[in-house]
C-alpha cells in the first residue's frame, strides 16, 4: 500500500494555501495555489544535492509534463543568516484527460450504475454486518464495466471530473505515472522508486484529505460535513469501536482495495482467534486445578535431595529448588496440551 502523510507536512510556504474552495471538490482537499487543481502527489527534495541529482530531477520533471501532468514548486523560507536551503515540495496534479486516458490503457473497471438493494444475505438484514459507518453514510454497490474514454457519459459522474476517479484511484494512477517515467537517456532509468532510492527525492506520497478532526479545520469548515478521514477516524479509528465491525466499504473507499484486504483479513484472523484463545485459557486452567494432585510436582517440592554440583567449587542443588519451574511447567504443559496443539494445527490450515 502507499504511504499517505497528512496535509500540514506540505504547508511549509508562507501564504501558499493548500485547502481548497471549489465546491466541486470534496472538503479538506489540498490544491495548487489557483484552489482549482486538487494535489494528487507531493514529491520531496533537498536543494543541497548534487549536480547528476539536479539533472535527473530536472529531465524527470520535463518527461512528466509531456505526459500531461502538471507541476507546481513550493520554495522554503529561507533565513538570512543561514546559508543552508530547506526542503522542497513539488505538487503533481493529473489532469482528468490523463486520468481517464491511463485508466482505459490499464485496463480499469468503472461504475455504470447503482446496484440493487435486493441481493442482500438473511445476515445483513437482520443488521449482524451494519458497521457504525453504515447509519452515518452508506456506499453504495455499484454495477461496473470496462472503462473506455469514448463511452465516458455511460459511466456515473461522468459530468463531475474531480469526483468521477476515487482519491486511491487517483493516487495509484498517478504513481504509475511516476513509476515508468524515465529521469535519463537511459531507457532503464525510471521511476520514482529508484529516485527515492538514490536520494534524488527524499520522499514521494500522495495526500490525507485535511485533518483527521473537526476541531483542526478551521471555522470556513464549519458548515460542511465530514470528510472520508474524519468519518473513519470518528466512527473506526478509536478505541471506543474495537467490538464494532470494520466498515470495510468506507476504508476501501479512501485507502484502496489492498488496505481494504489487509483489514479484512486481519479482522477476520481476529474474530478466529478468539476460540482458540478460550480454549488456550481452559488449558491454562486445567492445568492449575490439577496442580497439587499431579504427582511429578509434589515429588519436586517435597524433596530434599540434593543434587550434585555442577562444579568442584559450587553449592549443592536441593531438588525442591525447581518446585517453581516445574508448577510453571505443569500449568501449560498437560494432558490437555497435545490437544490443543492438534487443533491449531488443523486451525492454521484452515
Known sequence: ALPIYSIEMANTSGGTP?????????????TFRDQRRRVDYVLVYNDDADEGSVEMREYFHTELRKKGLHLEEIAPEIDDASSEGGLFWILVHAPFSVLTHHAEDMGWKMPVRVADDDAKSTLCDAGLCKTPLDTHRKIPDYYAALFRRDLLQSFLHHDSPNQFFSNPQR?????????????SENSHDLGIDKLEESKVYLAAFPLH??????????????????????ELRKYWGRW?????????????????????FYFAWIGMYTVWLIPASIFGLFVVIYGAATLSSFP???????????????????????????CTYSKLSRLFDNELTLVFAVIMSFWGEG
Not at 481548497?20 to 489540498?30: E, Q, Y
Not at 493516487?171 to 529521469?183: A, F, K, P
Request: net charge negative; with cysteine.
Open 18 to 30: 493548500l485547502s481548497s474552495k471549489t465546491d466541486d471538490l470534496p472538503p479538506g482537499t489540498a
Open 171 to 183: 493516487s495509484r494512477l498517478v504513481y504509475d505515472i511516476l513509476q515508468n517515467t524515465s529521469y
Open 209 to 230: 484529505d485535511g485533518s483527521h478532526t473537526a476541531e483542526e479545520v478551521g471555522p470556513e469548515m464549519d458548515d460542511q460535513e465530514d470528510t472520508a478521514r474524519q
Open 240 to 260: 471506543g469501536m474495537w467490538y464494532k465491525n470494520q466498515p470495510l466499504d468506507h476504508i476501501r473507499e479512501y485507502f484502496g482495495e489492498a488496505v481494504a
Open 296 to 322: 511429578l510436582v509434589n515429588q519436586t517440592c517435597m524433596s530434599n535431595t540434593a543434587m550434585c554440583p555442577a562444579c568442584s567449587n559450587c553449592e549443592l542443588t536441593y531438588v525442591n529448588s525447581s
